[in-house]
């Protein structure tokens, strides 16, 4: 052998590649690939998106405060509205309005992925340093993928909520592993949360036990007491960083007290179904788990356990409860992995960052990537009738805001989706009232000296309305309008065709 091919066959030179690294690559290679289209599924699932009640006030309220550059402290498509409004979610909505304005509803959509990207991230950065076994990190990824789907499923607020929940956990993970400076993030984080959405409080709560235990149980390695009180005072004076001020504090504590038996998310865990349940059973068999498995940080342990409670009383605080386990408690997996694993550093990320491009940039390509397809709502038809009448109409509280998109100014509203931001606990019970067909339903109807009413048609108040001198001016599938006057014939329509497209009919 001459010394040039001794020195091509030597294991170092990079012309030769022993057969072992080379088996290695191509394992390492195929489980990228693997990951890669695993990341690339979860994202277009979490991509698909249906219309919430409320997304064409979230929309139509956004833009109003864009054209106007000011805060309505009253409410102009509401009749019955009869307190100040404080809306709580105004950046939210400024920030849903302007991708709309800048790409219709493709724009909601990227917006959507976008943050959910960005939480997605925040969830992998806290791995970051710890020994795994892949399928183990990519099992906990997909359980928080799972845990987060009922709140980002359509395009509200919330989303930024569970986007902000996601940082602030984040950043406390980091402050426990001696990275104490991380504590100045905090107070501006919850300055903007508390203009994006109320779930501040629960912010606010995490703050609140994470600080108490540093606090009573101080340990050499944690942030100096002072700090600590620092950190607890400084977070919840920033969300006084708000239009709205104290107020907005004293709103949200009347508004979390107060029965919400119209919206579903707010109803106790039981309540949701089988896929809640599955939810909240898996990311609790993943925190005993690891609490079984390693001695956890009493404050990660009472957080979670907290959130586990609240979310059996109200269901949407699932997220909440889920980035909680998996980000301060899934680390602990990692602790006690083999020891052949390494640790999980940029090239998760990386696949993180290429599968949202790529998702990205399919969004505009794939053939339903305009619609945000409504499930719910009032038929075409009742909508094209409505647009041709003006007054005051008695509204469900999930068709207020569609019919506020739809039908203002000619139209006002009797109830929507905004609660006690604009309506009063009576107005809220008179609604529930009319919706039961109590015996004062009527009564109540005729207090509020509408013009039409428009209700579910199968609802038996109908048919008392009827009774009691309303005519029946519309009938469809899915809901009647009523009019006060007589009219000449009555509408009907057929059943509406599918599937609509959000913010059309």
């Not at 599924?41 to 219309?51: D, E, F, K, R």
């Not at 100096?224 to 009180?229: G, L, N, T, W, Y």
């Amino acid at each position: 052998m001459t010394a040039t091919e001794s020195r091509l066959a030597a294991p170092g030179h990079v012309g030769v590649v022993p057969l072992e690294r080379q088996s290695s690559g191509t394992v390492r290679a195929a489980m990228l690939t693997a990951r890669l289209g695993m990341l690339l599924g979860a994202l277009s699932l979490v991509a698909w998106t249906t219309a919430d009640p409320d997304l064409w006030g979230h929309v139509r309220f956004g833009l109003d405060i864009l054209r106007d550059h000011e805060l309505p402290a009253r409410d102009p498509y509401s009749f019955t509205s009869d307190r100040p409004w404080v809306n709580h979610e105004w950046l939210a909505e400024v920030i849903i309005a302007a991708a709309y304005a800048l790409d219709g509803p493709r724009g909601l959509l990227i917006l959507k992925l976008l943050v959910v990207c960005a939480t997605l991230a925040l969830v992998i950065l806290v791995f970051r340093h710890r020994r795994w076994d892949p399928a183990v990190h990519d099992l906990l990824i997909a359980t928080a993928i799972f845990g987060i789907l009922g709140r980002i499923h359509s395009v509200r607020p919330q989303l930024f909520s569970v986007l902000l929940a996601a940082a602030l956990l984040l950043i406390l993970c980091l402050v426990d592993r001696g990275r104490r400076a991380l504590l100045v993030l905090v107070p501006p984080l919850m300055a903007l949360w508390a203009n994006l959405h109320g779930g501040f409080l629960v912010g606010l709560g995490i703050i609140g036990i994470w600080t108490a235990v540093r606090f009573v149980a101080h340990e050499p390695d944690a942030p100096a007491r002072p700090h600590i009180v620092a950190l607890a005072v400084g977070s919840a004076a920033a969300t006084l960083a708000n239009p709205y001020g104290p107020q907005l504090w004293s709103f949200l504590w009347d508004t979390v007290g107060l029965s919400r038996v119209e919206i579903a998310d707010w109803q106790p865990l039981w309540a949701t179904g089988f896929f809640g349940i599955t939810q909240w059973g898996l990311v609790t068999a993943v925190a005993i788990l690891a609490m079984t498995r390693h001695r956890v940080d009493i404050a990660y342990a009472a957080i979670a356990a907290v959130l586990c409670l609240a979310t059996l009383k109200i269901s949407r605080l699932d997220a909440f409860y889920t980035l909680a386990v998996i980000m301060m408690l899934g680390p602990h997996f990692g602790r006690t992995a083999a020891a052949g694993h390494t640790a999980v550093r940029a090239p998760t990320l990386a696949l993180l960052a290429i599968s949202g491009a790529v998702a990205l940039a399919t969004v505009p390509l794939a053939q339903r990537s305009s619609c945000i397809e409504i499930r719910v709502g009032p038929e075409p038809e009742a909508t094209r009738f409505a647009q041709r009448q003006q007054g005051r109409m008695v509204t469900f509280f999930d068709w207020g805001q569609y019919g506020i998109w739809h039908l203002a100014p000619a139209i006002q509203v009797s109830m929507d989706g905004r609660r006690e931001t604009v309506y009063s606990d009576a107005v809220l019970r008179s609604h529930r009232r009319i919706y039961a067909n109590t015996p004062d339903a009527i009564d109540l109807v005729e207090s509020m000296k509408a013009d039409w009413i428009w209700l579910p048609h199968d609802w038996p108040v109908v048919s008392r309305l009827q009774s009691a001198g309303w005519h029946l001016a519309f009938r469809g599938p899915t809901s009647a309008i009523l009019s006060r006057q007589p009219v000449s014939a009555v509408e009907t329509a057929e059943t509406a065709a599918s599937p609509r497209c959000f913010p059309q009919y």
